[in-house]
């Protein structure tokens, strides 16, 4: 029997003196300086000194703390120690599909650059669907049922990311021992959003020209922002996000250069890229348009992202196509003849551009901040500046009249295009 009585415990939690109090037998009333009292139960393990928190004297009776470290005792003499087995017990409280996401979740981010781009697909595509599902509850009819529903959207891509991200997320509950076999594994892309294709789409000049007058005419849809953000990213070449997350504090427009940093850059590295002369004025717009803002295209909506969305752009340049996801009537297509694209074809026309100004095609590549092989690969941030800033220049000069819509800018029949 202890040294303790209920008495003795009550006074001595009433006076409030912290410390450590031995009940015998490994039992200690703990008084911390901060924080309500609670029962510890010392012991020794293979030669160690362990301490096990049990639970508040407020919820545990003398008695009840005995019990809890008998209990503890017992545990000890079977060779399991308890401190460890809590732990394990802890690891267990994984039953539903969200909870298993959210124990995958923290691999990923110690692993994966963007970990928030599963997490966006699970919440939106996977989570609605199965999230609140134990895991021996989900059937293969459940991820064919989320596979098909977004490649029924007009998604083909994210339907694939969707199976790709089911399979190894059910494979992660396989690996903890929780399932013993993959709901998904049977599906493959052809099931999802089939085998995607690559895309080669550039721009002729003589489209660019028709674009961007398509884009001046429709002003009330098509902003300036947008505007001004087509133009860089056909002139400099860099991926969307890099350019539309971009802050000011990236750029010094007296020396015409732009510092992209690794964490923005999807390469992970980062470069410093020039800018040729006829962007700068466009981006001294920008920096009246933003009104203070920290960012180079702020978010012109009351929304939780600072800067603007990830599709915007290509929202609106669909909306020109006459295609406006989530509207019945969908709009009229104001672009003509001119075949479908997206914002990253811009990215490539750029590419096709620096080939026809006779770029040599390792600059060209560096231009668009792809890695290159071998010994070529092993660079610094500033390599082949000179280089890069005479060929983006060359793409600057090619494109700015059609941009700035100066007189020189012709149509293709050598009509001059109008004064927007």
């Not at 003196?17 to 009333?29: A, E, F, Q, V």
């Not at 709009?331 to 006779?358: K, Q, Y």
């Not at 901040?369 to 070529?376: A, D, I, P």
């Amino acid at each position: 029997m202890g040294s303790f009585t209920a008495k003795k415990v009550q006074a001595l939690i009433k006076d409030g003196t912290p410390g450590r109090y031995s009940d015998g037998n490994g039992l200690y009333l703990m008084i911390p300086k901060r924080g309500a009292p609670y029962w510890m139960h010392r012991y020794t393990l293979a030669g160690k000194r362990r301490e096990l928190t049990l639970d508040k004297c407020a919820d545990t009776s003398l008695a009840e703390a005995r019990e809890q470290a008998v209990e503890a005792q017992r545990t000890i003499r079977n060779g399991i120690d308890p401190i460890e087995e809590r732990k394990r017990e802890e690891q267990i409280a994984i039953h539903t599909v969200k909870d298993l996401f959210n124990d995958w979740h923290q691999d990923l981010e110690k692993r994966l650059k963007h970990p928030n781009i599963p997490k966006r697909i699970f919440e939106k595509e996977i989570a609605p669907s199965i999230g609140h599902l134990t895991l021996d509850n989900v059937t293969p009819m459940d991820v064919r049922t989320i596979i098909r529903k977004v490649a029924n959207s007009g998604r083909p891509a994210i339907a694939n990311d969707s199976l790709m991200y089911l399979k190894q997320l059910f494979n992660h509950a396989i690996k903890l021992g929780l399932l013993t076999y993959n709901p998904a594994a049977a599906f493959s892309v052809n099931d999802a959003g089939g085998i995607e294709k690559s895309r080669d789409r550039a721009l002729t000049t003589e489209e660019l020209h028709q674009v961007f007058q398509v884009f001046r005419d429709n002003r009330e849809s098509f902003s300036r922002d947008n505007y001004l953000a087509c133009a860089l990213l056909l002139v400099i070449g860099v991926r969307k996000t890099e350019l539309t997350e971009a802050q000011w504090s990236e750029f010094d427009l007296k020396r015409g250069q732009w510092e992209l940093s690794g964490e923005r850059s999807k390469t992970g590295k980062g470069i410093v890229i020039p800018l040729p002369p006829q962007t700068i004025g466009w981006l001294e717009e920008l920096k009246i348009r933003a009104c203070g803002s920290t960012y180079v295209f702020p978010s012109r909506r009351s929304s939780k992202r600072p800067h603007m969305g990830k599709d915007t752009l290509n929202r609106a340049i669909a909306k020109l196509f006459g295609k406006e996801p989530g509207k019945k009537p969908q709009p009229e297509n104001r672009m003509g003849d001119i075949a479908e694209f997206t914002v990253h074809d811009l990215r490539r026309t750029c590419r096709s551009l620096l080939a026809a100004a006779g770029v040599p095609g390792h600059v060209a590549e560096r231009c668009l901040n792809h890695k290159l092989k071998g010994v070529e690969g092993i660079y610094d941030r500033h390599d082949y500046f000179e280089e890069r800033k005479e060929a983006l220049t060359k793409v600057a000069e090619l494109v700015a009249p059609t941009i700035n819509d100066v007189p020189e800018a012709r149509s293709k029949n050598g009509r001059k295009i109008a004064k927007a």
